[in-house]
């Protein structure tokens, strides 16, 4: 993947985006804008934020799985037929 294809692809998901933006803020030492300066604070806000990640990056893979399988389904209506008893005439 491309930078540009990386930044695209951001943008076009705020909130992984956003995970993302505040890992590097953390990697260079702040949160929101303040300075992280204890190491547990800095591994529990990490530890949160790749949580996060995860629980986002899932629930957006499972919506597409879920969106995936109603298409294959609705796919697999076209050309069915309802199947009924021929009416026969009695001579």
């Known amino acids: 993947m491309t930078d540009k294809e990386l ?3 951001l943008s076009a998901n705020p909130a992984l985006k956003s995970r993302v933006e505040s ?3 953390l990697s260079l030492g702040s949160h929101n804008g303040a300075e992280v300066s204890w190491g547990d604070t800095a591994e ?3 530890v949160g934020e790749i949580n996060g990640l995860g629980r986002d990056i899932l629930e ?4 597409s799985r879920v969106s995936k399988a109603g298409n ?6 076209v050309g069915l037929t309802k199947k009924t008893k021929k009416k026969g005439t009695l001579a």
């Open 72 to 77: 294959d389904f609705k796919k697999g209506l």
């Open 60 to 63: 957006k893979w499972a919506n």
């Open 44 to 46: 529990e806000l990490i």
């Open 23 to 25: 890992l590097v803020q």
């Open 7 to 9: 930044l695209k692809a």
